[in-house]
């Protein structure tokens, strides 16, 4: 048995976030495969930036590792978004999962989503994200400051106290533009479903699309106060 290799020493985080914040998106996904090796997970929803984050990755780095959260709720299209992806890049996304729809009702009660949001989440999305980080030291995920308010101050390098690692954010500083720019420039395929209002795309039961002029985020959760899942 190969010995478990020791986690990277981040001697001075401030240092080295405010040296990432001044790289390319490139040169950060460089950085981490460089700091981390194979201990990194790639986050992917599938939405526009997945398309761009496992793009930069697989071209920087064959070996990269993706992995996804399947709520069993999430839309058609994202999970067509996820093979013509795969496809595309010659990569594969590795599934996390934790209840079946009838098991979370049986424990839970019906439409958990509807009643209790946050602990719906709690169980199709933090619990599965909790196992699929439990053996890596570093994830990236494709949070940008545009995306809302409570985003805004998104750093591209720092510990993440939920999950207990360290976390990239290589697209922070991008905006909706370089989002398209580069899937377009790169003909990426990207989840239909922006092409229909949907700027933000969760599951089928909290989405819903934006009208011009609205928020990217105001289809997640609309009338609640609620804004994020738990794992961002």
């Known amino acids: ?7 990277p020493q981040i001697s001075d985080p401030e240092a080295i976030a405010a040296e990432l914040e001044d790289r390319s998106a490139e040169q950060v996904v ?20 997945s398309s761009v984050t496992a793009h930069l990755a697989s071209k920087i780095n064959p070996n990269a590792r993706f992995f996804y959260l ?13 093979d ?13 999962h934790n209840l079946t729809l009838a098991e979370q ?10 009643r209790d ?5 709690g169980l199709r999305k933090v619990e599965p994200m909790r196992r699929a980080l439990s053996s890596v030291d570093c994830w990236l995920a494709g949070v940008r400051r545009e995306d809302s308010a409570s985003r805004a101050n998104t750093p591209k390098f720092a510990w993440d106290k939920r999950f207990e690692l360290w976390k990239l954010n290589p697209l922070a500083d991008w905006s909706e533009r ?9 003909d ?10 949907y700027p933000s795309i969760g599951c089928t039961h909290c989405t819903k699309p934006v009208v011009a002029g609205g928020s990217p985020r105001d289809g997640r959760w609309a009338g609640l106060e609620k804004t994020e899942c738990g794992i961002n």
């Open 70 to 82: 399947d709520t069993d709720v999430l839309f058609p299209e994202s999970y067509e978004t996820r």
């Open 105 to 114: 009702a049986e424990k839970h009660g019906d439409e958990l989503w509807n």
């Open 117 to 121: 949001p946050d602990a719906c989440c």
């Open 1 to 7: 048995m190969n010995p478990v290799a020791a986690p």
């Open 84 to 96: 013509r992806l795969g496809e595309a890049l010659g990569i594969e996304f590795d599934r996390y």
């Open 30 to 49: 460089e950085w981490m495969f460089e700091t981390f090796g194979e201990s990194h997970y790639i986050a992917c929803s599938f939405q526009k930036t």
């Open 178 to 186: 370089d989002v398209w720019t580069y899937i377009h420039e790169h």
């Open 188 to 197: 990426l395929p990207y989840n239909p479903l922006h092409d229909q209002g």
